[in-house]
């Protein structure tokens, strides 16, 4: 089984790593701040009790103090920490310079294209956008995001790999920021936003519009189909 890493040890880390390591996957989890490293284990089997699930899976998830020693046996590496494009940067050097050439290094991201985060590393071709939703453990969705120099063999081994763990990867072949569902999604925010000061109606009539219709309807029937 191979060996997978995260960095970053809050509410998406640890969701990440919860679902790898309930797929029977070893998971190092790097969380730099001390008072929450020491908790990550727990917070991953507190969830899987919350959803009625056996919290023993937790155990497979371990945390190195250190961030080469978390990730220098690992075969697929991503990153989860806030969206502020600098600090991905300066991690993702980091990650470049102690992974394995041969690792799959991911960023979960939610808007950031992944080429401003590989833009000028080493090996960008095996670098690779994956937004996972929130709460990771129960969103079937990962947008799996090709950069400008993402290999194709890349995308093919990222989705094989969430598809094994239970996720529905979709692949984003263009890296726009925001990529396909937060734009759907944001979309919706606006249309909303913009009848409510219309004075089309109130918030809790469009609300109720929204959940009593067509959002009934879209998880078996697609915009497009």
Known sequence: MMQVAVIGGGLMGVGIAQVFAVAGYRVNVFEPIEHLRATVRQRAADNLCAIGRDSSAADLIDTPVDLPSTISQAEFVTEAVPEKLALKREIFAEIVRHAPRSAILASNSSVIPITRIADGLDTAERIVGTHWWNPAPLIPLVEVIQGERTSESTIVATMLLLRRIGKRPAHIKKDIAGFVANRLHHALWREAIAMVSA??????????????????????????E
């Open 199 to 224: 004075g089309v109606c109130d918030a809790a009539t469009l609300d109720e519009c929204v959940k009593s219709s067509f959002g009934l309807r879209l998880p078996v029937l697609g915009p497009l």
